[in-house]
């Protein structure tokens, strides 16, 4: 049989409870504010995700700023308008500036509290220090070329007198 001197089995044991703590520090808190994040949205009556290009999903739709004021109006039309609010990141998007001045020009218009994940802290948007801006539709309507106007698709002028 074997026997290990006692040193040796001293600093096996450290070294083996050191590099366990090492683990257990850089896995401290990586899954809490995942966990913290989803008990955070069941407490809100409404939920609504962060998409590209100041867009927000609402139950599982792309929606434009302007569309998902829409949805507001008609939730508030039914009678069925939330209190509160939840902004949360998407896969595809986290929640930028252009987000949170959306949102706060929907709350100033509809009279809901609206919050935002910031990073697994939960934080309100103010209507005043976000600057609440207008909302628009994600594609500005096309614009004609001066010199389109008045011709048909083909180029040529267009004569009302020529139609049936």
């Known amino acids: 049989m074997i026997r290990f001197s006692t040193l040796l089995t001293r600093a096996t044991a450290a070294i083996m409870l050191g ?3 090492l683990l257990a520090g850089c896995h401290f808190g990586g899954v809490k504010d995942k966990a913290a994040v989803a ?8 939920t609504i995700k962060a998409y590209k290009s100041g ?3 609402v ?3 792309v929606l434009s700023a302007i569309d998902t004021g829409s949805h507001f109006a008609y939730l508030k039309d039914q009678g069925k308008l939330p209190k509160t609010v939840l902004l949360v990141p998407s896969d595809k998007s986290k929640v930028r500036k252009q987000h ?9 218009d509809y009279g809901f509290k609206a919050y935002y994940d910031d990073g697994g ?3 309100e948007i103010n209507p005043v220090t976000t600057k609440a801006r207008a909302l628009q539709d994600t594609r500005a309507p096309v614009k004609m070329d001066e010199h389109m106007k008045g011709k048909d698709a ?7 007198s020529q139609q049936q």
């Open 121 to 123: 802290t939960l934080k």
């Open 154 to 160: 083909a180029g040529h002028g267009f004569d009302p």
């Open 100 to 108: 949170l001045q959306y949102l706060a020009r929907m709350q100033l």
């Open 55 to 57: 867009q927000f999903v």
């Open 19 to 21: 590099s366990m703590l």
């Open 59 to 61: 139950d599982g739709a």
């Open 39 to 46: 008990s955070m949205e069941k407490k809100f009556d409404m």
